[in-house]
């Protein structure tokens, strides 16, 4: 998916609006550390107007006030560009959604013409060459080449059909190629694309539990700077010492965590932002952050680790039959097979053979045995010729039933095929064995690097698959993955993830077909593909739309990134206070009591110079960290201990560090430039 960059002149441009709708008190209320500030802004306005009725104090109390508004702002236009980046996306996707037409079938066959917002849910559409798909739906006849880039960003079409796992479509997208009847699956307004929109524009993100909790330690440290300020103020009259309410307010302001507390939202939104950069849409703000802390991740086997289509690699024929014989059977068993492991048996017998698609055709008067589950064999019927191609029992069951019987060899080929954890198809010819046709499951390009590093990440692999046992173990082995399940049900998936979450690990599952619903749905973070069925997206909080499983290694740190980067920016945050302590008290106190200009450790000129100062430094270290908290914390993959220890190093040290160079800085500007004498 295209963004635009922080930098955008549109998107800082409608940031800088953004940044004054928010002054309303009524949307900033949810911030209450700067609707803490933005109430003592009004104050410290309210006493500089005062005094220029009075003729004392006016200058410094508008510097202190406009600075106190600056902070506002500022930390507002961190959770504007932030938000901005996403708005700029989904105004591209409403008009895709809202001028989007579709031809819907009447139930006497013909068609109508109807824009797409007025689809419902069970609505059959036809949708051919060069037409966009009107909404979310299932192909229920008919294949197509779909290009997704509206929705994914890749310029590389995918193949949709009717039937298995890769049925599900999402509006917006484009069929370059072929016809096809797409049930709507939901109403306008629940569509992927709606819920794309409203997770882009990050108006409907909902605090993390991580974010709620963090967000009632920067009240209660707001609350308690708060009484400290007060009871300052009843101290310094019973010191006799006078303190402005401007300068109370500049303390308060100066005390309390508004760094973090100004760029909190926009860590939030930032890294929701980050994960639609990689093609993955979040319809759960917890699951973002979850995905930061799993200890398990739970893949299904076919379409997430494999291509899902099992491929014709070797014929293997039976004694007396050669491997000629045996391609040609199978290829007349396989004429009318459209399933995918059908075709590659027919290509594998085309590249063998030597011959083109054209010299392949069914002898005159045969007839075509189409598979069933009962059966479990698909074949041709000509002339006394009965060919069949099916499971190994199945085949057993037909060559005995014709009075063969069958040939311990190929049970040996059989088992040896089965032994790698491959398939085998077993072909015969009415009574005669024909021989043993492999296929095998074709790992994803780069699945098993990629899913290696899960290790360095400390995160445990386990494969499910409804395979049987030797099966699981070649493909597991293969793949570099940690365990497997093997002939797994539906409930068996369910009753893992919840032994896992019992021993407190936070899952996370990986699918793409209906029967993973459930344990996507029960899964802390559930990952679905895009390409996968409708009831598989509902099901899961993050859907990938690449429909690539190694995804799940950006997804974790990204969510990673979030935990990391709130919390330095607290210990950042917090740090900063130290300083601010050194530059505002003694300008409070020394002109009573010289003693403790001791405390004035970096020499400030005066005590105006001082608190305005600190004021300064407290507003623009907000955009100046905007980069970092839209970027996030690089994460690199170490022990806990090593994460609090660089943490407390750069943020905690460099925190502290900071505010005594930059007071110190802005100081010696204020003076030179005449602002403060």
């Not at 209320?29 to 500030?37: A, C, I, K």
């Not at 053979?353 to 392949?360: C, E, T």
Request: glycine residues 8%.
């Amino acid at each position: 998916m295209r963004k635009k960059g922080m930098l955008d002149p549109s998107v800082v441009s409608k940031a800088v609006g953004g940044a004054f709708q928010k002054l309303d008190p009524r949307t900033l209320w949810r911030n209450p550390v700067m609707f803490v500030v933005e109430f003592g802004s009004i104050i410290t306005t309210v006493f500089a107007v005062m005094s220029a009725f009075q003729h004392t104090g006016f200058w410094f109390n508008l510097q202190i006030s406009l600075w106190l508004w600056f902070t506002v702002l500022f930390a507002n236009f961190a959770e504007a560009l932030a938000e901005g980046r996403g708005k700029a996306q989904a105004d591209s996707l409403k008009k895709t959604r809202n001028e989007a037409v579709a031809n819907r079938l009447r139930s006497d066959g013909t068609t109508e013409t109807v824009a797409a917002i007025d689809l419902v849910k069970g609505d059959i559409v036809v949708v051919s060459d060069n037409e966009t798909i009107p909404s979310d739906g299932e192909i229920v006849e008919g294949v197509a080449l779909v290009d997704e880039s509206a929705i994914t960003g890749e310029s590389a079409p995918v193949i949709r059909e009717s039937g298995g796992d890769r049925t599900g479509v999402t509006g917006g997208t484009r069929v370059l190629s072929g016809t096809i009847h797409l049930r709507i699956t939901a109403n306008m307004g629940d569509t992927f694309l709606d819920q794309m929109i409203a997770m882009v524009e990050s108006s409907s993100r909902r605090k993390t539990p991580n974010e709620v909790a963090l967000g009632i330690l920067l009240i209660g440290l707001t609350a308690l700077f708060i009484v400290v300020t007060i009871t300052l103020r009843a101290f310094a009259g019973y010191m006799s010492v006078t303190v402005a309410v401007p300068v109370l307010v500049a303390l308060l302001v100066c005390l309390m965590p508004t760094t973090i507390g100004g760029l909190l939202p926009a860590i939030g939104i930032a890294g929701m932002d980050r994960l639609i950069e990689h093609n993955v849409i979040a319809l759960s703000g917890r699951a973002v952050e979850a995905s930061g802390d799993v200890s398990v991740v739970l893949l299904d086997k076919t379409g997430t680790i494999t291509l899902g289509n099992r491929m014709a690699t070797e014929f293997l024929p039976a004694e007396s039959v050669t491997e000629h014989q045996l391609m040609e059977s199978s290829v007349l068993a396989s004429l009318a097979d459209d399933t995918p492991e059908g075709r590659s048996i027919v290509t594998l017998a085309k590249q063998k053979l030597g011959i083109r698609g054209r010299d392949i055709r069914a002898p005159e008067g045969s007839t075509f045995v189409p598979f069933t589950a009962e059966t479990r064999m698909s074949g041709i019927d000509y002339g006394d010729r009965h060919i069949r191609k099916g499971a190994v029992d199945a085949i057993e069951q037909w060559v005995e039933e014709n009075g063969g019987q069958f040939p311990d060899t190929v049970h040996a080929l059989v088992d040896g095929v089965a032994r790698q954890g491959e398939t085998p198809l077993v072909v015969s010819d009415g009574a005669l064995v024909m021989g043993v046709i492999r296929l095998k499951d074709i790992l994803k390009q780069d699945i098993k690097e990629r899913l290696g590093q899960l290790h360095v990440f400390g995160i445990k692999s386990v494969m499910i698959t409804g395979d049987n046992p030797l099966t699981a173990a070649a493909i597991a082995a293969e793949a570099g993955i940690d365990d497997f399940v093997a002939q797994a049900r539906p409930e068996t998936k369910l009753d893992l993830i919840r032994r896992y979450q019992a021993n407190g690990s936070m899952v996370a599952m990986i699918g793409d077909g209906t029967n993973d619903a459930p344990a996507l749905a029960q899964a802390d973070v559930g990952v679905a593909m895009n390409a996968g069925t409708q009831s598989a997206r509902e099901a899961a909080n993050l859907v990938d739309l690449d429909s690539n499983p190694t995804k799940l290694l950006d997804i974790v740190e990204i969510g990673k990134q979030i935990l990391i980067t709130r919390g330095s920016l607290t210990t950042f945050s917090i740090a900063n206070d130290v300083a601010k302590y050194f530059a505002i008290i003694p300008a409070i106190f020394a002109a009573k009591y010289p003693q403790l200009a001791m405390l004035n450790v970096m020499h400030l000129h005066s005590p105006a110079s001082a608190i305005l100062s600190a004021v300064i430094f407290n507003a623009v270290i907000i955009p100046s960290l905007i980069p970092l908290a839209m970027r996030g914390v690089q994460y690199h993959p170490s022990s806990a201990n090593a994460l609090l220890w660089r943490n407390l190093t750069i943020y905690g040290a460099g925190g502290l560090a900071l505010p005594f160079v930059g007071i110190r800085l802005i100081d010696v500007l204020l003076v030179a430039i005449r602002v403060v004498r």
